[in-house]
C-alpha cells in the first residue's frame, strides 16, 4: 500500500530536515573545535539559515495553496511572516 504525498509536503519537510541537518552539523563543529570564540562564529552563521528556510518553507507552502485561496490572504500571510521576521530581527 502506497500513501500519497503531496509534492507540496514533501518539499517542506525536506527543507526542514536539512535545515535540522545543517544544525547538528554545526554542532558537530562546536564540539570539534573545542574553542568558544570558533563556536560562537559557527553559531552565528547558523542565523542564515533559519529565516530561510522559514521563508522557502513559507513560500512553498503558499503556492501549494494558490488555488484554494484569494490572492489578498496570501498577501496578509506575506505582511504576517514579514512581521515574523521583522520582530525576531529587533
Not at 26 to 41: H, S, T
Amino acid at each position: 500500500m502506497f500513501i500519497y504525498l503531496e509534492k507540496t509536503i514533501i518539499i517542506m519537510a525536506l527543507l526542514r530536515v536539512l535545515s535540522g541537518s545543517i544544525d547538528i552539523f554545526a554542532a558537530y563543529l562546536m564540539l570539534r573545535f573545542n574553542d568558544v570564540e570558533k563556536a560562537l562564529i559557527v553559531n552565528s552563521s547558523l542565523v542564515l539559515v533559519g529565516p530561510i528556510v522559514f521563508i522557502i518553507a513559507t513560500t512553498v507552502g503558499l503556492v501549494g495553496l494558490t488555488s484554494q485561496i484569494s490572492f489578498s490572504k496570501i498577501i496578509w500571510v506575506f505582511i504576517g511572516v514579514g512581521c515574523i521576521l521583522y520582530g525576531v530581527k529587533s
